[in-house]
């Protein structure tokens, strides 16, 4: 047997047995019972992993190293055992999602599954590092959803318009500042709204269509470990339950009730539990992302360009302003709904940020207007 083999198989077991280390801390510093069972079947699956490297050092002939935790792996237990299990749980969903593919490509590990378990576990550590004290897994999932479903939609239109808004105000300042035409000031704003709002939309389409994509890929996965292991996903479902906070009997039932269901319910369950995907907010469309995006940053776009269709010169910079300033008013007093605070402080700060832009490029334009033209 080569040295490299002895080698990947000692870091494996190395691996292993710190999670052993670490997953039995975790059960003896976890006041909740429930939690703590959750802790020891984990360290269990770790344990049967760590005695399959043992067994192929042991039948290549190499002596097995003696168990010393890593000095990580030390640290959290000393975190878990003085400031509770949940202190040290989101450090190690990190960890955890990390290695959840350190055994694709490992043959043998792959011939006993492990490469699944080890994904398993860092979906479960997931679910663990996201639950809130004093909200149920089930309320804090769908508080979270409601939250997410409409903060990001107002974030996305607010951010659209304030884009496309303070670069074509700042990009028109800084034309007029040069002194050019009526005619070429639109024609400059004009671009700067094409580009920017195709450049937004192809940037929005590209985003929603490649999530789509991914989570397509990892539900078409998900469904066919449901159909080649259903005892496995069953086993793994009750193990996200208890860590939503159900007890080892409840988990196991209602996982089971969910399983031998089958169909898109259980896939459902499946996508939403282990993968933190809701189907349902996978239906928005690429093209209306990517529409609305355009029409969101050509809206902002138009408050300081649209001026310069009546006016010219100095009347044109003035009306130009005065639309931009309202469009950034009422920009920045929107962000109140998302972020709380006083709507007229914010729509005053941006304001002043935008003001402070556009004063900047005028300043530069004027600047090369005069030595061009010199």
């Known amino acids: 047997m080569g040295k490299e083999e002895i080698k990947r198989w000692r870091a494996n077991l190395a691996g292993e047995r710190d999670a052993v280390f670490l997953y039995g801390r975790l059960a003896e510093a976890e006041a909740n019972p429930g939690l703590a069972e959750l802790y020891r079947r984990l360290a269990q699956t770790e344990v049967r992993h760590a ?21 990580g792996a030390k640290m959290k237990a000393r975190f878990a055992s003085r400031y509770g299990a949940q202190s040290v749980v989101g450090s190690i969903a990190k960890v955890e999602r990390g290695a959840a593919g350190a055994y694709d490509g490992q043959a043998d590990a792959e011939l ?33 959803g409601r939250h997410r479903a409409g903060g990001n939609a107002l974030r996305a239109g607010t951010l659209g ?10 990009l ?25 709002a195709l450049s937004m939309a192809l940037g929005e389409w590209i985003s929603v269509q490649s999530s789509r994509e991914l989570f397509g890929r990892q539900i078409d996965i998900e469904r066919q470990e449901l159909a080649d292991s ?29 399983i031998s269901g089958g169909g898109e319910t259980a896939l459902d369950t499946l996508a939403r539990e282990e993968l933190g995907i809701d ?41 130009s302003s005065a639309a931009s300033v309202l469009g ?33 490029t005028f300043g530069i334009g004027k600047l090369i207007g005069a030595n061009v033209g010199g």
């Not at 009750?238 to 039932?253: F, N, P, S, T, V």
């Not at 189907?279 to 300081?304: R, Y």
């Not at 962000?335 to 003001?355: C, D, K, P, W, Y």
């Open 161 to 170: 318009a304030n884009d496309g808004l303070l670069s074509v105000y700042s």
């Open 328 to 360: 950034l008013f009422s920009i920045g007093a929107l962000t109140t709904l998302m972020t709380g605070g006083n709507a007229f402080l914010r729509g005053l700060r941006h304001v002043a940020i935008g003001l402070a832009a556009a004063a900047l």
């Open 279 to 319: 189907k349902e907010e996978l239906g928005g469309s690429a093209w209306v992302a990517a529409a609305t995006s355009f029409g969101l940053f050509s809206l902002g776009a138009a408050f300081p360009v649209l001026p310069y269709v009546f006016w010219d010169g100095t009347a044109g910079i003035v009306a």
């Open 51 to 71: 005695a399959f490297w043992e067994g192929r050092l042991t039948e290549a002939g190499s002596a097995v190293p003696p168990f010393r935790p890593t000095f």
């Open 172 to 196: 028109v300042m800084g034309v007029a500042g040069a002194g050019v035409g009526k005619s070429a000031v639109l024609v400059t704003g004009v671009a700067g709204l094409l580009a920017g």
């Open 230 to 258: 259903p005892e496995e996903e069953t086993e793994e479902l009750a193990l996200i339950y208890m860590a939503k906070g159900l007890d080892a009997e409840q988990a196991r039932a209602t996982a089971l009730r969910i």
């Open 112 to 144: 006993v599954g492990m490469p699944a378990e080890e994904r398993s576990h860092a979906r479960i550590f997931g679910v663990l590092a996201r639950e809130s004290a004093g909200l149920a897994g089930g309320e804090l999932a769908r508080f979270e």
